[in-house]
């Protein structure tokens, strides 16, 4: 443990003009000082530590206390969990934090469990317990030792040069200084101070904030986006974008909410007909004021892989208002089209084609109130296409009376045709599909293509809560169009492996004994692929020991419990049962094995298997190719292969890579 295991973090908050400074090796729980100190009987407890903190303008926070270092109030206290000093107040310049050089110092003392024996004339300290070398080094650089009292001052306390730590039990722990020698009193405590330090240059302009609002009266919806660019360059780094978190407050006319309408972390924010926001209500004309919070959080430098310690936060509030007016085109001919739809009904039972000549007046204020949308949307001249509704009502009454200096409600205009969500629309679909669901009464249906008892062109009215007929429409069917000609046909493709197990992992395990043990991770879950007769398994397999020239460690292969042994019997030999071990100076054995179904009914695979051996010299020797019949012990969509050793009288056997390809019969 070095001084430079510590770390910590300093975080500026721009909003308050504080500042945090947290230990990142002890924060949450200390868990990473334990880790540091596995095998004494210290731990993250015993560890107290201080700040000292640095402006252009001079020390701000911690001199008198760091430079002396007393650590009676500290800062962090493992023994409490505490890691971090927050709400140090930061130097300003008028209102801002004060830009410029900062520097930061942070040093911990860890309180050693042993006893403290004394000072010896030879220029050190005794003690009674642990061998500290391991964790100090025998000759350390930086680090400080100090004798202090837990009780009433004993007249040992100081704080010295540590410049040599023995080895072996009860550590002895020289210094530079000169010291009267002593008996230790029972109060007296020794311990081990480390320190660190870090410079940052923060220079730090508050991004401005683009809001835009805009609303529809098409849709009945106001949407407010954040378009801000929150990155920021600070000097010395490279441009930084923060993460963000919105919070989203819209003031709105009482007609549509009463309360602002809140959101959190979205954007852009959508409220009005179909949202999830005020029952999806639909919005009001009328002034809104939209009031946006942004929490920014600026990761500025790292300390080591993945660890920032230079950070900075910020919030901002941006307010956006925005009024919301209509058009009243729509409101004006309303009553128009809400008469030429009635007329149109009224006929249906009484003249079809006068009600026909009504309906294709009707698909064209459709079609024109499509066109109308998209101008709307696109920005262009919308307001032309509701004069040509207008034409095609002319005939009808129109009448409608808007007073716009009062907030009114905005109906989506997509269903404004007698004033209510719940005005007729006309809906196209296949005979397959069916009606719409969910139709109200006076809606229109028209088949665009057969199916099932439907013909393309047939017309339903919604009435009554049922669909009834009214008449098809379809012309004549036309000439059939010439036959294209016919595309090449594409190449097959050629037959794959499917890789149905692959640990590539190494997963090395020490064994002890003489009974074979299975590798960790290299077992495959039952494997369901083998059915029919020629599914084929491709296994492969590479074994490592490290009992070069000793007592052979052995390895083999399990296919549903039935063995594959790698190890060496002199002949006459079993042609299945063959064993090959890890023998002079072979260092690794490659098996790559073949099982074939030969076989459905009594579960039967055909074993083709080839050994290879490599020495530490890079010699291959090939062991060659073997065959053995089995029979599985259970069927065949229900095989586990998995890979065991075992040592001989010293080293370890390690099985570096298991995989299982499949092989799907023609």
Not at 399 to 426: F, K
Request: one cysteine or more; aromatic letters at 12%.
């Amino acid at each position: 443990m070095q001084n430079s295991d510590l770390k910590f973090r300093a975080a500026y908050y721009v909003s308050t003009k504080k500042l945090t400074m947290t230990d990142l090796v002890g924060n949450p729980a200390g868990a990473s000082y334990d880790a540091m100190l596995a095998g004494y009987t210290e731990t993250a407890d015993d560890i107290v530590g201080i700040f000292k903190a640095q402006s252009p303008a001079g020390v701000f926070y911690g001199g008198t206390a760091y430079n002396a270092n007393d650590f009676s109030s500290p800062d962090t206290d493992g023994n409490t969990s505490d890691w971090d000093e927050a709400n140090i107040t930061l130097p300003t310049s008028g209102s801002d934090i004060l830009c410029g050089a900062y520097n930061f110092y942070y040093k911990i003392r860890l309180t050693l469990v042993t006893s403290l024996k004394g000072f010896n004339a030879g220029g050190y300290f005794t003690t009674l317990g642990d061998d500290y070398s391991p964790l100090l080094g025998t000759a350390p650089t930086g680090l400080k030792v100090q004798i202090y009292s837990v009780g009433a001052p004993t007249g040992h306390e100081g704080t010295y040069t540590l410049t040599a730590v023995s080895s072996g039990a009860n550590s002895t722990f020289s210094i530079s200084e000169t010291v009267t020698p002593f008996v230790a009193d029972a109060n007296d405590r020794i311990a081990i101070i480390f320190e660190t330090t870090k410079a940052f240059t923060y220079c730090f302009t508050r991004p401005e904030t683009d809001i835009d609002i805009e609303s529809s009266c098409i849709y009945s919806t106001l949407t407010a986006t954040d378009d801000s660019s929150y990155a920021v360059s600070f000097a010395g780094y490279s441009t930084v974008t923060p993460t963000i978190t919105r919070a989203w407050s819209i003031t709105c006319p009482a007609g549509y909410s009463a309360t602002p309408i809140t959101a959190g972390n979205v954007n852009p924010l959508t409220i009005g007909y179909g949202t999830s926001y005020n029952g999806g209500a639909n919005i009001w004309t009328g002034n809104y004021i939209a009031q946006l919070t942004s929490t920014l959080t600026y990761y500025v430098e790292l300390w080591g892989a993945g660890v920032f310690w230079a950070v900075v936060h910020d919030t901002i509030v941006s307010t956006s208002p925005h009024e919301v007016s209509c058009d009243t085109c729509f409101c004006d001919i309303k009553q128009c089209i809400e008469n030429l739809y009635n007329k149109y009904v009224g006929y249906l039972n009484t003249s079809p084609t006068k009600a026909k000549t009504l309906l294709d007046k009707i698909i064209r204020v459709y079609g024109a109130w499509m066109m109308y949308q998209i101008e709307e949307r696109c920005g262009g001249d919308y307001a032309s296409w509701c004069a040509v509704i207008s034409d095609i009502v002319l005939s009808e009454d129109c009448q409608c009376q808007t007073d716009t200096s009062v907030s009114a409600e905005v109906v989506p205009l997509a269903l404004q045709v007698s004033g209510s969500l719940t005005s007729p629309v006309i809906t196209f679909g296949t005979g397959a599909a069916g009606f719409p669901a969910s139709p109200t009464n006076g809606d229109v249906h028209i088949f665009n293509a057969d199916g099932g008892a439907y013909t393309q062109g047939d017309i339903y009215y919604y009435t009554g809560g049922a669909w009834v007929f009214q008449f098809n429409i379809t012309g004549a069917t036309g000439a059939t169009g010439a036959t294209g000609a016919a595309g090449a046909t594409g190449a097959a493709g050629a037959d794959g492996t499917s890789v149905v197990f692959d640990n590539s992992l190494e997963t090395p395990t020490t064994l002890s004994g003489a009974v074979y043990a299975a590798f960790t991770g290299m077992t495959t879950p039952s494997l369901t692929y083998l059915t029919a007769l020629g599914d084929k398994y491709i296994i492969k397999a590479r074994f490592e020991t490290s009992a070069i020239a000793k007592t052979p460690d052995t390895v083999k292969l399990v296919i549903d419990g039935l063995d594959m042994y790698y190890t060496y019997i002199p002949a006459p030999f079993n042609v299945f049962v063959i064993e090959h071990p890890f023998y002079g100076s072979v260092k690794n054995i490659d098996v790559v094995a073949e099982a074939v179904v030969v076989d459905v009914a009594t579960k039967k695979l055909l074993i083709k298997y080839h050994v290879i051996y490599t020495d530490t010299f890079a010699n291959v020797t090939d062991g060659g190719i073997m065959y053995s019949l089995i029979t599985l012990t259970s069927a065949l969509n229900d095989v586990v292969i998995h890979a065991e050793g075992k040592i001989g009288a010293t080293g370890t056997v390690a099985c570096k890579v298991l995989s299982v390809e499949f092989l799907k019969s023609v």
